[in-house]
T-cell receptor, first 110, second 114 residues
């Protein structure tokens, strides 16, 4: 049981480039979430999904898109990266209230 | 929406002492309150949680208390050890239907000095 995994672990982008972060979970959880973590800001919800084929906006959705084509995967996309998107991104999954987090992706946008 | 305030932002204690971290929430309908521990370079890990129908919950050296009237909850760590050093986050959720979103506090950096 791997739990929640994230790919890649580190990435450096130039302004304007695009990329996709992949989150996978093997716990058959319905709910999946993407957060960003910045110093002094805690964890802020970007987008979330309450089931396969569904997505919804969180607290800070601008500049990001998501897709949940398969129950076990939740993808976070940056179409045109900006320096303000430099952050550590965490994926989480859960059944109801409880959320289990992945190890994170550290993204730097130059 | 929900707002969660967490204090203190940093806490330094001597090994063996107790540590207390406090959080307040704004939405009286919130009914689920987890605590997460985040070690350096890792993702947050759930360590204990409490629901609004319970006033206190313990798990070995950690305990959480909830005061619904005052809308605050606290994490208590007794007999602290160096491996307790980490960032701790509180969170609140108003669960029901398809609403299972957590609102997090900004975190407390706990340092346990040997």
């Amino acid at each position: 049981n791997a739990g929640v995994t994230q790919t890649p672990k580190f990435r450096v982008l130039k302004t304007g480039q695009s990329m996709t972060l992949l989150c996978a979970q093997d716990m058959n959880h319905e709910y999946m979430y993407w957060y960003r973590q910045d110093p002094g800001m805690g964890l802020r919800l970007i987008h979330y999904s309450v089931g396969e084929g569904t997505t919804a906006k969180g607290e800070v959705p601008d500049g990001y898109n998501v897709s949940r084509l398969k129950k076990q995967n939740f993808l976070l996309g940056l179409e045109s990266a900006a320096p303000s998107q430099t952050s550590v991104y965490f994926c989480a999954s859960g059944t109801t209230d409880t959320q289990y987090f992945g190890p994170g992706t550290r993204l730097t946008v130059l | 929406g929900e707002n969660v305030e967490q204090h203190p932002s940093t806490l330094s204690v001597q090994e063996g002492d107790s540590a207390v971290i406090k959080c307040t929430y704004s939405d009286s309908a919130s009914n689920y309150f987890p605590w997460y521990k985040q070690e350096l370079g890792k993702g947050p890990q759930l360590i204990i949680d409490i629901r609004s129908n319970v006033g206190e919950k313990k798990d070995q050296r950690i305990a959480v208390t909830l005061n619904k009237t005052a809308k605050h909850f606290s994490l208590h760590i007794t007999e602290t050890q160096p491996e307790d050093s980490a960032v701790y986050f509180c969170a609140a959720s108003k669960s029901g239907g398809s609403n299972y979103k957590l609102t997090f506090g900004k975190g407390t950096l706990l340092t346990v000095n040997p």
